[in-house]
């Protein structure tokens, strides 16, 4: 299911406002390669298995992981856990599931909320569960070009990491209803070569990547050094990973 939420303003164009070179947006802002989330302005949702937000231009964080990476016993605890969370501290909405809730919660609750349990899962996918294919420098080179590939002409491609079972990127779409399309483009695109690769067929990503807009400089700069030093905090040495800087 996909659903337009209005605003007071109109994003009648799929500009990146927010790019290099734009004299109309504060020189903090300079560096960025898209926009801001700005709620006041039109977003849109894709329901699925969770709900995904995304906005014409804006700056989305985006994990892509292996389906080996982590244990379904471990992602259900955590489902329970998040609901709990919510109960706990009263912001629960009856028949509705956690997912649905916390993109809509105020800004202090979201942040400690997405502070907890996004700890959690970057915490265990640095153990670098599964078979770690992309370990292997070949193989995140397949993962890599895809990433580039259509940069600058479907999307504005940032900074991102292949580690060994995930990947971390930060990426801008001129429109919202891309983020699913060229999600699902990298992932069967990059899942038939790796799996070609090993002569072998069957799930190789996890399906429904996790994603987030950005909503501040201070959030973007984060995002760009959680990417760079995501290596280093899962103990992985040269060759390992692929990094890209967005410059």
């Known amino acids: 299911m996909v659903a337009f939420r209005s605003a007071k303003e109109r994003r009648t164009h799929p500009h990146f406002r927010g790019a290099k070179g734009d ?10 390669l898209g926009e801001l989330f700005d709620p006041q302005c039109e977003f849109y949702i894709h329901e699925h298995c969770r709900p995904h937000w995304s906005q014409a231009g804006a700056i989305v964080f985006i994990t892509l992981r292996t389906h080996d990476s982590i244990p379904r016993e471990v992602l259900q605890r955590w489902d329970r856990e998040k609901q709990d969370w919510l109960e706990r501290n009263k912001l629960a909405v009856t028949g509705l599931h956690w997912s649905e809730v916390v993109e809509s919660l105020p800004d202090a609750d979201r942040v400690r909320f997405n502070r907890q349990f996004d700890r959690c899962r970057e915490d265990f996918l640095d153990t670098c569960h599964g078979n770690c294919v992309m370990r292997q420098p070949e193989i995140a080179k397949i993962v890599a070009d895809s990433l580039l590939y259509f940069d600058r002409d479907r999307y504005r491609m940032g900074d991102f990491i292949v580690m060994p079972n995930h ?16 999600c699902d483009s990298w992932l069967h695109y990059t899942a038939f070569h790796i799996n070609k690769r090993y002569g072998q067929k069957g799930r190789f990503w996890q399906q429904e990547p996790f994603d987030h807009l950005v909503r501040s400089p201070e959030q973007y700069d984060y995002l760009r050094d959680y990417i760079r030093d995501n290596p280093r905090k899962a103990r992985l040495t040269a060759g390992e990973y692929l990094y890209r800087k967005y410059e």
Request: charged letters at 20%; a negative charge; zero cysteines.
């Open 23 to 32: 004299q109309h947006q504060p020189e903090k802002r300079a560096t960025m």
């Open 167 to 182: 990947v971390h990127l930060l990426v801008a779409f001129a429109t919202p209803e891309q983020l699913i399309e060229q």
